[in-house]
Structure formats: structure tokens, C-alpha cells
């Protein structure tokens, strides 16, 4: 079972392989490809720094706490009505974006993340909402 934050469930949406430093893009694509892989997988909702957060490389500024990440782990758990300590399944979760979420929520929810100009969050959501799960990474 994997513990994830709030925010982190519409970042693997969007991931593509880029990240903070080599450890933090090797645990996160061991996690995207796990959950493509095996969409049954458990994830356990938490509040605050998870299992993505601990890979955060020492040499960037450590954002996991900053209070404005936190108001977006709690708007996107609001918009999937998913709370804190909840466990369920990765295809349930998809399950909860196809009912709730739209590409142009990213706008809103992810306003402040820097990785939001790529707009590859917005097409993760559309390949979710087509039935397409997670990217195959290259």
C-alpha cells in the first residue's frame, strides 16, 4: 500500500518523467508504473508530507509543508470527496476523476504548482476520462 497526499493524486495524472532530482523521479516512476501496472493497488489518503515528499531532493527548496500545498492537497481530496486516512484502490480513485473532475479544474485547484504550465495534468485527466489510465512513460 502506498500513503499519498492530496495533491500528489492529480500529479501522477501528469507525470512524464521529469522531476526534482534522479531519486525523486526514479521513486515517482516506480509508483506511476506500479499503479498503470496494477491499478488495484491500495493508497492510503494522508495529510501532509508521504511516501513521494521523502524523496524531495535536500538541495531544492522543501515545499511539502508550505501551507499553500496543503490547501491544495484539501481542495483536490474535496473535488474526488475523498478524506484523510481513507484506503482504496488506484482504479477507484480514477474512478472518482471520471465522475468529478475536469481537465480545466487544474486551473483552479493546482493554481500556485509550478509544474502546471506543461499542461500535461490537464491531458492526464483527459486520459483518464477517455478510459485510458496512467501514460506508458517512455
Known amino acids: 500500500m ?3 497526499r492530496g495533491h500528489h493524486l492529480f500529479c501522477l495524472l501528469g ?3 521529469m522531476g526534482y532530482s534522479e531519486e525523486y523521479v526514479e521513486n515517482m516512476t516506480h509508483l506511476h508504473q506500479t499503479l498503470r501496472n496494477n491499478p488495484k493497488t ?3 489518503i494522508v495529510r501532509g508530507p508521504d511516501q513521494l515528499c521523502e524523496k524531495f531532493p535536500e538541495t531544492g527548496e522543501y515545499h511539502c509543508e508550505n501551507s499553500h500545498i496543503y ?4 481542495a483536490i ?3 474526488l470527496k475523498l478524506d484523510i486516512g481513507q484506503i482504496l484502490t488506484w482504479e477507484a480513485i480514477e474512478s ?4 468529478h473532475v475536469i481537465p480545466s479544474d487544474i486551473q483552479s485547484v493546482c ?3 509550478t509544474w502546471r504550465s506543461y499542461g500535461v495534468c490537464e491531458e492526464g485527466i483527459q486520459e483518464i476520462l477517455d478510459g485510458e ?3 506508458k512513460l517512455n
Do not use: H
Not at 71 to 74: A, G, K, R, S
Open 96 to 99: 472518482r476523476i471520471r465522475q
Open 15 to 17: 507525470y512524464r518523467g
Open 133 to 135: 489510465g496512467l501514460r
Open 2 to 4: 502506498y500513503k499519498l
Open 42 to 44: 491500495s493508497i492510503q
Open 111 to 113: 493554481k500556485q504548482c
Open 77 to 79: 481530496l474535496m473535488k
Open 71 to 74: 490547501e491544495q492537497d484539501t
